[in-house]
């Protein structure tokens, strides 16, 4: 029996709809960031380029020490929208792949949304924030704890960061068009594809694999 192929899911801006709730949080450790200077965050590993983004903008009225989560958490749990058309692409995949989220959000609140949404059970594991900052390390243990290698995996994502810690472990990306990136920052990552809408994403998938 072939081993298993994987799809790595990120969470926020790929399944969630929550980039309005992660501005307004920001906004509120820094009233003045813009949205830009917010997305430029996630070009990079975002727990290493928010310290930057938050130092070039402003001031000593910025709130750097509150707690992101204390306040992200509650705001996403009442706002937060699953994408359209992402449930048949979780229920459509399941059949043929193993599913894993390697997201920036904490484990807990991702594991309620998709439990609430009824998806927890199409997920063999969730690694949020608080399994490691680095989604290149938890790529690494996925590959470790299910005995896979890097072209047994592809990483579903909505931003350039993600595809170069992707790129780190050997793995590569399938960018989505309606999370925290354009189509034009996200093409910087030289993903396999970019995917207009949710429903391109099982192809998208099979042809990456295909490929081989």
């Known amino acids: 029996m072939p081993s298993p192929r994987y799809v790595l899911f990120d969470f926020d801006g790929v ?8 501005l307004s ?14 997305r430029s965050a996630f070009e990079g590993n975002v727990y290493e380029r928010m310290i930057d ?27 937060a929208t699953l994408f359209s058309g992402m449930r048949e692409v979780i229920e459509a995949l399941h059949t043929d792949y193993r599913l894993i989220i ?12 998709m439990e609430k949404h009824g998806l927890g059970r199409y997920f063999s594991e969730m690694l949020g924030a608080d399994v490691h900052t ?12 299910y005995k896979t290698t890097a ?5 579903v994502t909505d931003t350039l960061g993600d595809m170069k810690e992707a790129k780190l472990a050997g793995v590569g990306s ?3 068009s309606w999370g925290f990136h354009s189509k034009e ?9 970019i995917v207009e809408a949710p429903a391109e994403i099982p192809t998208a998938i099979g042809d990456f694999y295909a490929r081989a």
Request: net charge negative; aromatic share 12%.
């Open 15 to 22: 399944i969630a709809d929550s980039y309005d709730v992660a």
């Open 25 to 38: 949080t920001a906004r509120m450790m820094c009233e003045r960031i813009t949205d830009s200077q917010y």
């Open 53 to 79: 983004v938050f130092a070039d903008s402003h001031g000593p009225e910025c709130k750097h020490d509150l707690d992101w989560f204390s306040v992200f958490v509650p705001a996403f749990e009442e706002k």
């Open 102 to 113: 390697v997201s920036s959000t904490l484990t807990s609140p991702i594991q309620g949304f």
């Open 134 to 145: 680095s989604k290149h390390k938890k790529i690494e243990m996925v590959f470790e704890k």
């Open 151 to 155: 072209d047994r995996c592809v990483f």
């Open 174 to 176: 399938v960018g989505v």
């Open 185 to 193: 920052t996200l093409e910087k990552g030289k993903p396999f594809r």
